[in-house]
């Protein structure tokens, strides 16, 4: 992807930015480990996108990709046999609710009627 990747304070209480011109993401030192790798997935999808300044349409855009590169169906049906909960499969997948719950949002009909079927012979 060609783009380099710095901890050091984003502007304000961000807790990333990417900077197209500069093919660089900087994010912010100290987060835990779901915050670091979300932030990061999400800035790599405006690198890959080549997303520049910050409209709702590019964030969203950004978080559909990073939910779709962290995670799949296969480890949603992996991490979800305790609870279908998203905060729960997030703690258990290392990424914020948010990921969860953009990813679910994202499915196809197919992966949709995939994991209903997988909750259904759970709860059975």
């Known amino acids: 992807m060609g783009v380099?990747?710095?901890?050091?304070?984003?502007?304000?209480?961000?807790?990333?930015?990417?900077?197209?011109?500069r093919r660089l993401i900087t994010l912010r030192p100290r987060m835990g480990h779901a915050q670091l790798v979300t932030t990061l997935a999400h800035e790599l999808g405006h690198a890959h996108y080549g997303h520049t300044?910050?409209?709702?349409?590019?964030e969203r855009l950004?978080?559909?990709?990073?939910?779709?590169h962290l995670l799949t169906?296969?480890?949603?049906?992996e991490h979800?046999?305790?609870s279908m909960e998203?905060?729960?499969?997030?703690a258990?997948?290392?990424v914020l609710p948010t990921v969860v719950r953009t990813f679910l949002n994202t499915l196809t009909f197919a992966e949709s009627v995939d994991l209903m079927n997988?909750?259904?012979?759970?709860?059975?």
């Open 62 to 68: 950004a978080d559909k990709w990073a939910a779709r």
């Open 118 to 124: 997988y909750a259904a012979e759970l709860h059975a």
């Open 53 to 58: 300044g910050h409209q709702p349409k590019t």
């Open 86 to 90: 998203a905060p729960a499969i997030a």
């Open 92 to 94: 258990s997948l290392g």
């Open 80 to 82: 979800s046999r305790a």
């Open 4 to 21: 380099r990747v710095r901890m050091a304070p984003p502007p304000g209480t961000m807790w990333g930015i990417y900077e197209h011109k």
């Open 73 to 77: 169906v296969d480890l949603i049906k």
